[in-house]
């Protein structure tokens, strides 16, 4: 089993910054890539952004590229994983979930992963 702890949501004005952070502890062995997700009240939950194992390669949804990044960084017993987002808009307003997968590849849909986080609210007030 893997266990995920995300951290670092809150309220931001329009065009403020916020980092979310997530930890991954338990049978990371198995973990090939790490993503964030988000969902907003009465939509589906969408692709953020994904990285693979030791960052050979990330991807970005389009309305995310430019001012989004993903950094991951892999410890013996932990992974950690940051969002940094940057000219943040009402828009990007959701719940944010760091998810974890054991499929080769970065998945773009929560199927892909097997392992979820608990979510941590973001707000961006216009």
């Known amino acids: 089993q893997v266990q995920l702890v995300e951290s670092g949501g809150g309220l931001v004005q329009d065009g403020g910054s916020l980092r979310l952070s997530c930890a991954a502890s338990?049978?990371?062995?198995?973990?090939?890539?790490m993503g964030w997700f988000r969902q907003a009240p009465g939509k589906e939950r969408e692709f953020v952004a994904g990285?693979?194992?030791?960052?050979?390669?990330?991807?970005?949804a389009d309305s995310v590229k430019g001012r989004f990044s993903i950094l991951r960084i892999d410890a013996a017993d932990q992974i950690t994983v940051y969002l940094q987002m940057e000219r943040l808009r009402p828009e990007d307003t959701a719940v944010y979930y760091c998810?974890?997968?054991?499929?080769?590849?970065?998945?773009?849909?929560?199927?892909?992963?097997?392992?979820w986080g608990q979510g941590t609210q973001v707000t961006v007030s216009s």
């Open positions: 990285r693979s194992r030791y960052g050979r390669s990330d991807f970005y």
């Open positions: 338990g049978s990371i062995f198995s973990i090939n890539a």
């Open positions: 998810a974890a997968s054991e499929i080769e590849g970065v998945g773009t849909v929560p199927l892909a992963y097997q392992y």
